[in-house]
């Protein structure tokens, strides 16, 4: 199984990026996915996750309302796109999948599969 992670970059405080998760190897539509971030010196922590349809989404309280996630499965893709951009939102971005269960979970060692991360870089 492999998630690749892409898109991050430098960006200045207000503005967007969106981040892209290819997934190979697994059932794409078998599995809800995940948003994690760890910032340097802290712990990972979850940012947003989608149902294996993309029905439904459970974000963080500190990107709800400028964080979008959503998942494309005839692509094996899910995306990030992340809006007014935060200095307090730099850090590395890892997707994850988590076999499909009712509950979009929030906790790391829920997920199955991590893929390698992307570093995203706010500045004020």
């Known amino acids: 199984v492999q998630l690749q992670a892409s898109g991050g970059g430098l960006v200045q405080a207000w503005g967007s990026l969106k981040l892209s998760c290819a997934a190979s190897?697994?059932?794409?539509?078998?599995?809800?996915m995940g948003w994690f971030r760890q910032a340097p010196g802290k712990e990972r922590e979850f940012v947003a996750a989608i149902s294996w349809r993309g029905g439904r989404t459970h974000y963080a309280d500190s990107v709800k309302g400028r964080f979008t996630i959503s998942r494309d499965n005839a692509k094996n893709t899910v995306y990030l796109q992340m809006n007014s951009l935060k200095p307090e939102d730099t850090a590395v971005y890892y997707c994850a999948a988590r076999f499909t269960t009712d509950v979009l979970s929030a906790e790391v060692n829920e997920y199955n599969y991590w893929g390698q991360g992307t570093l995203v870089t706010v500045s004020s």
């Open positions: 190897g697994l059932t794409f539509s078998n599995y809800n």
